[in-house]
């Protein structure tokens, strides 16, 4: 739809750029704090690194109470995750010092697998454990001189940084998918506020053009204000216009009419002469011409006036006691079945003008009756407005499809003992078609003729 476009296209702009900044964000912390996790564990590791060395060091204690002073109980523990070995390097012997939690097994050795010392000369890295389990290992050469030269592991069970990292994931998912919610919440609110205004300047514009409203009224926000005092100021110069034509309309036909008079009274005095005859006929046709062509003017010049609106049930039944005095004589009845909420976009005399020649064309022709038909029709297509259409039945003599092309030319007539000038029809269809409407003849049910007019509506 039109009017949510907008909104539409905003909401799902401000959604796109609220997940992605939440989503980015989302792996900026959890990356953050998974680092911050691994360095906690690693300051816990370097510092049984820090107590391996120092005892390693001081070789003097007794045996059975060295390595105590780690006061880490997993160390004890068969296969817990968390190990420590020492490796002495400068022997031809393997001597392995390792804590009871290795089980006689042993840790791998990150030199040989390629893993570099850091500046603060210690390798730290993944591997996997004694069970398969994942853990994070730090190492360190030692070089004690003449005491020989070791290489001190410690491991620890890197689940715990993985659960750690995990938990906080859960909880920054959870968090997150809550404030997603809430800003979009937020940007609904926004959008549906911020647009409110434009949406009633569309609203007011969908009543002037169905002549609800002649202008724009009411207070708008000062980003929106000069939209609808430039939309105003667009009226009223189209209005500026429509009259100034209206008066060069006027002027032109009191112009050109007196000039015409002239001529004819002047042939008018020498009506013998088949000169002054034939001027005479040339001025009918030039009285026609213009009277037609100026009449067209007048009436696009009103067409483009914006919200003119007229009921038709009314003018139609106006017009119909109209036609029963004129066709008394006559004794036709004029049956009439109008929509009483129809209205055409434009205006009444119009609409007189179209409906009156299809009445009175019918009335000359019927037998005895004449039915009115006034209905509104659902807009054709999308992006149009509701079609009315005017129905014109009469029971008489009706017209071959020849004949009905004819009489729709201008100044055609069928039968020169009816009164008129031929013009009715034609005046019609012009008409018809500056409003983006038609007429259309065809055979009516109850016998005659049937003139179908489709005009806008509303």
């Known amino acids: ?63 059975d109470r060295q390595f105590q002073s780690l006061g880490e109980p997993l160390f004890e523990l068969p296969l817990s995750g968390w190990y420590w070995q020492i490796t002495r390097t400068d022997s031809q012997k393997a001597d392995v010092r390792a804590s009871r939690s290795l089980w006689d097994k042993k840790l791998p050795k990150l030199a040989d697998r390629g893993v570099d010392l850091t500046a603060a000369g210690i390798r730290l890295a993944y591997v996997d454990g ?39 994931d859960y909880y920054l998912g959870g968090t997150f998918i809550t ?34 409203a002649e202008r724009l009224e009411g207070e708008f926000p000062v980003e ?43 042939a008018s005095a020498h009506a013998a002469d088949p000169f002054a005859h034939k001027v005479l006929e040339q001025t009918d046709l030039m ?32 017009l119909t006691r109209t036609m029963e005095k004129i066709h008394r004589d006559r004794g036709v ?41 006034v209905t509104v029709e659902r807009p054709p297509e999308p992006g149009t407005g509701p079609r009315l259409r005017i129905v014109v039945d009469d029971d008489g003599r009706g017209l071959s499809a020849a004949e009905r ?3 729709s030319r201008r100044g055609q007539r069928l039968d020169e003992s009816k009164p008129g000038s031929g013009l009715g029809l034609s005046i019609v269809v012009d008409l018809a078609a500056l409003y983006g409407g038609s007429l259309s003849l065809g055979n009516a049910p109850i016998g005659g003729l049937r003139a179908e007019l489709v005009l806008p509506g509303i």
């Open 287 to 318: 009285r026609d011409q213009v009277a037609h062509h100026l009449e067209r003017a007048r009436i696009a010049a009103r067409v483009t006036i914006v919200g003119t609106v007229t009921e038709v049930a009314p003018a139609i039944e106006a």
């Open 405 to 407: 092309a004819k009489v």
């Open 1 to 63: 739809m039109r009017r949510n476009s907008l909104a539409t296209r905003l909401f799902f702009s401000a959604t796109a750029w609220v997940v992605v900044i939440l989503t980015i964000t989302g792996f900026v912390l959890s990356s953050v704090y998974k680092n911050a996790t691994e360095r906690a564990f690693d300051r816990r590791l370097n510092l049984y690194l820090r107590t391996l060395i120092a005892e390693v060091a001081t070789p003097d204690e007794p045996p």
């Open 179 to 212: 404030l997603g919610i809430v800003l979009l919440l937020t940007t609904i609110f926004q959008v549906r506020f911020g647009l409110a205004p434009l949406n009633r300047i569309s609203e007011s514009i969908a009543n002037i053009r169905s002549g609800k």
């Open 224 to 266: 929106i204000a000069p939209l609808a005092r430039e939309t105003n100021a667009l009226i009223d110069a189209n209005r500026e216009i429509v009259e100034r034509a209206r008066t060069h309309v006027g002027n032109l036909a009191h112009a050109i009419k007196t000039p015409l008079s002239v001529i004819v009274n002047e």
């Open 333 to 373: 009845d004029i049956e009439v079945k109008a929509d009483p909420n129809a209205k055409f976009r434009g205006e009444r005399q119009d609409l007189e003008e179209m409906a009156g020649n299809l009445v009175d064309n019918a009335c000359k022709w019927a037998s005895s009756r004449v039915l009115i038909d």
């Open 130 to 168: 004694p069970e398969g389990q994942s853990l994070r290992m730090v190492e360190r050469p030692v070089d004690l001189g003449a005491d020989g030269k070791f290489l001190v592991s410690v491991a620890g069970d890197a689940s715990e940084i993985f659960d750690e990292t995990r938990s906080f």
